[in-house]
């Protein structure tokens, strides 16, 4: 029977990247993936005859460059294509636009408010001091506060002295940024309601709190960490969906030797003397590997495919205590033609980009209101994209496809299980949000494939349909993600690893934990790490 | 959100034009030969039109036409207006008449220099003040507790500088009657096309010469008079490219490219106080409080300072542009912001930022590192340089009173 | 013109406290306070024809320090017994919380009380590693290194003593939700809900706020009689409080002057040199400690002329918008609270039904609305002492929240309609009370903000959230209760720690001038 040398459960970007590090260190790698295609959240699919759905994650911003040059994922066909704008219609018939030129951006800004539109520059500085600050995090293992090994005292210095070299005023801010909200913090800058709301949907995706949620402010730099210098956050769509940034990772990873099943659902991890063996799979196949890791949420991997003898109590206890509720839905929309927005003149670079409708952080804190009674946003924050205007390959010509990202929508329905009724008013508070802007809109639409965290749980496997394998707060980054004493990639199993945005640090397409999790195993193999560039110099 | 305007949906089209002309921008394309554009602050600004070298020349020895327009422009108007700049800014307000400008800069809390600029006292309450970057969120802030109005009026007002010896003829042939009785640093309002212009004897080449403010509707107009009485002086239009040159031999600083503002600093070991660039001179710890103030006179009293700027003056004639500056061509102590071959001085010139005690106390056996690419390779030149004061040329015609008619 | 050592503005507790520690080291000082007499929200007042009440009601943190320093035992002030809390029941089935923050319980499960002893130990253990931190000065950012800081020390050692796992266990929850980790011990909705309503009460938090937990642990950080979490009434009410602080304040040569508001604070070359009253008369001093709310001191007595823009900016951008209201009822008799026995009237009576309902209750304050089921704890400190009512009637004290400073329709019509949305909440509570109501005076926090000069009407002078907090209380340039400008300190509820009647800020900034020599 074959043995391998590590066994990965899923085929999401996470677990691909982690199995193509592996693979090249020499390892031989088998990814098992339950569904009949791979990529997890990073899928292109087919859902009607002619389009290709980014159907979960829709935009690439966060992948890093650095993964991308070690696996080669440019030769593998993988192509970032930028958003050349994007827009906040406003109530009034008005939109707010963000241009990519700084002084288009200036003059924007100008059009609501004289001082907003000369704030941006300091706005810009604060944040990118954020984010030189804990970017080189993204690509470090988070230290243990609790430990006294050399290894941790040693990074824990390495953040000590980034931080004292900040001067006091900056170590003052920074303090207060990390836990301030997003509404807050942007109130020191900006004093135009749309302006705010602009920038504050970036401290909300993904996450189960409101823009006037303490934290939020850190949360925008988790968007925002693509760039740093040069332009802050980035954006753009993937050249054929995100399934293509899976495709090239999956195409690197068997170019160079490594096996991938689809169609192959795990039942169990297989533990013998507190190791890991390998798997039993649903149909009661066992495969056997020296090393498993897991691209699982922490959740699924150890209260499902774990069995709980083999897993300490507070380990466990603290596993139950990982909060990943979803907050957010999806709605995937194959048009027939280019949705008009009277708003917006035809020739506006926005159209290819991110649109938003709501205009102000209290529409925002209302829709999470919302969601914390249990129920989806009767005024949703829509983060809207047409992919098609930049990207043909997804659409017949002349045709589109829409991606829009809905938040709030609980993982319950007022402590319920969602409904087939239930998802299809969801549905339909979006599109008639959208049709309020865009008259004749429903007439153009073919299909429509509407995702509750219902249906990102069952398909994809995200507990709860969180999209970040876990909320983004204080007590769920660093050395506390996913749970204390275990934030190292490492499992109480021997041989059981996590790789996926459960770990450090965390959600969004961006590739680090599993690239991470990939340098902790070949450390405790006490192999080389030479094929992975270090991260990307901050200076 | 402010009320749904025609304003604001008229304005929605600027997206098409990334760089906007200044009011002068169709007398500039007429005279533009080399399309060389360069973007000051989102202006299609020429850094040449037609030829640098003699552009710069028309500096010197003729009249040259530079337009400032977009120079960052705030109207200070009020009856607390003078305390209002007196807080903002270093120097002495309550010293600049109405009538007279004087070149200052302000700082942050922390003693840092948001930037540099001239402060127009148009009349005893009311001010113009030109910059090179944005600061009316700073402005406004600071004008908490006073009883002073801040406009930005960048659009609004049209700038020109005319600078060089026969500029004072071409304002005089122009018809602006009386503009000879300028001294430097003064202004005064002239009468044209039945508004104002606003001319002081001001400018940034070290040479005589003056800057024109008017509406942006009068900007035309004005080119034209100008040009008109010009001809017979040898009037030319020209680029920053000429006027960088000129500067420099004036020994003058650029903001965010001789220093980082405080505002823009992302590093935070960039920024300068006003003694670390040259601008010591205007802090006035004797007119009471203003921004920046504890900061600056506890870093004295401490000697904190880490930083000098200098003029150099470098063996060769190869220019020292962003060169590294050696103690005893061993210690790397500085970095040279910008640097030429002074063709008015014959001297190869540079401003160059040092850490003390180098350029304080040490200014001795110091040294550049010249890297300059000639065909694809680097001729590496190690250069001995001098610290020396600035400006490296001082012309007398830029102060005398009158001045003198070439 | 007379001349003192030091000049402290506002005679609220820490204003007292500053004052009387600066006397106690031999200097002459003088406190200038803006009312009729001291102690601020602690006065106790008529609001009733023969109904008098503090605003303040409750004591749970006057610190040990404070307590000893002054002498105020000597000085007359004893507490009462410790209050219990009862978290109130619709349905006449109260929990109770006995002793010092629930040494014991009644009426819950066995299982519950098993899961509370559980949880209340850690959550004292935590308040306590925390204690240190919010006794001391907050070190200096940019002097010297965190790691050197005795405060940060001390509190890295008690961590280290905690062992890993319970110290894996602060660090994981410092910045929670007071909600989520409630959830995570608890299931009883009655004692989650006070718990929730302790954690966020006197901010703009709900308990599912992130950092909501904090507001708890400052809560369990204060103690009574050395009983951590205690809450107990000053015999003779809240005004013995205030009246052994100026009895210690008066033996420590301490002058006091009252109807005395200050309208600005003297600055000479970038220096305090005294203080101006609204009279115009000045008053000479070389140190000026201001114990009333930062951004009044910085904005309206030193002026924006004196300070740097971005320190402005900075005081600006302090949030204190206040949210509580507080109800004071006159009642023919006292009131009966469904199923609470005697000893549960004279505590601490506690509406906040679940956690949901006070994160339910906060909603409506983040857009300036308020709530329409507000939550409240309630006295009746004429229980305690029948001087503060008429023979047989009975004075009701309530701290109400949430009632956003910034009401959007304004306090005018907002008014009448919040105690109606009060009165129903109460009358759920306690069947038939609207009928004893004699009189009912509601202060939103517009009304607290004019009668006790508190902007915001927010008794913490400013929120206290974590980004407001140490370093940043009240706002970097003032942390430490030193200022921008020489000679100028502060020592009100504005500074670290922040507000409640614990006597820290006075008691730090008076030892801080000391050790500057001021």
Redesign the interface.
Known sequence: MKKWDAIVIGAGHNGLVNACYLQRAGLDVLVVEKNDWIGGAAVSRSLTPGFLYSNCSYVCSLFRPEIMRDLELPRFGLQVISYEGGAVFTRDGDYLANYRDHHAHRREFARFSARDAEAYDRYARDVTRQCRFIQPLLMRTAPDPTSFRPRDISELLYLGKKFAGLGAAEMADTLRFWTMSISDFLDEYFETDVIKANFALSGIIGTALGPMSPGTAYVLLHHYMGEVDGSVGAWGYARGGMGAVTKALADSFRASGGTIRTGAEVEQVLVRSGKARGLVLADGEEIYGNLVISNADVKRTFLKLVEEKELPEIFLRRVKNFKMRGSSGKVNIALDSLPEFPALPKDSPCYRGDMHFTDSVERMERGYDDWKAGRWSADPFLDMVIPTTLDPTMAPPGKHFMSCFVQYCPPKVEGRDWTDADRDAFGETVISQIADYSPGFRDRIVHMEVRTPRELEAEVGLTEGNIFQGELTFDQLLFNRPVPGYAQYRSPVDGLYMCGSSTHPGGGVMGAPGRNAAAEILRDLSRGTKHMSPAHDVI | MPKLSSARLTAQSHFRTLRLGTPFQPRIDALMKTNDWYDWGGYRAPASLWDEELEYFAIRSQAALFDISPMVKYRIEGPDGEDFLNRVTLRDVAKLKSGRVHYTAWCDDEGYVLDDGTLFRLAPDRFRLCCQERHLPWLLDSAIGFDVSVLEETEAVAGLALQGPTSVAVLREAGFAGVERLKVFDLAEFPHEGGRVTISRTGFTGDLGYELFAPAELALSLWDRLWKAGELRGIRAIGYTALNRARLEAGLIVANADFVTAEHAIRPDRVRMPDEIGLGFMVDLEKGHFNGRRAIAQARAKGSMRHVLVGLEIEGNIPAEHAIVYHKQKKEVGLVSAAIWSPMAKRNIALASLSRPYGDTITDDLWVEIYAMRELRYERLMKRARIVPRPFIKLDRRTASPPADF | MTSFDAIVIGGGHNGLVAAATLGKSGRKVLVLEAAGEVGGAARTEEFAPGFRVSSAHLLNRLHPEVMKTLELERHGLSFGPIAPSVALSRDGNPLTLHGAYGETLTGTSASEQAAWQEFRAQLLRYAGILKPLLARRPP????M???ESSAFAMTGLSLRRLG??D???F??????NVS?VAD?HLADDRLKGLLAFDATLGSH?GP????SLLGLYYRLAGEISGQPGAQALPAGGMGAVIAAILSAAKSAGVGVRTDAPAMKILIER?RAAGVVLDSGEEIRAKTVISAINPRSTF?DLV???????????RI??I?MKGNVAKLHLALDRPPEFSGVDATGHRGRLVIAPSSDHV??AF?PA??GEFSPEPVMEITLPSLADTSLAPDGACVLSAVVQYAPYALKEGWETGKPKFLKAIMAQLELYAPGIGKLVRHAELLTPADIETRYRMPGGHWHHGEL????M???RPA??ASGYDT?IDGLYLCGAGSHPGGGISGVPGLNAARRIIEMRG
């Open positions: 200096d950012l940019g002097n290194s965190l790691m890993k796992e110290m894996r266990d660090l994981r929850m410092l910045l929670m989520d995570e938090l599912r706020s992130p950092t970038g904005i002026g924006t002329r004196e300070l740097d823009t971005g320190f402005v900016r600006k951008n949030r994160e339910r909603n983040k857009y959230q974590a980004d407001q140490m370093m940043s970097f340039g921008p």
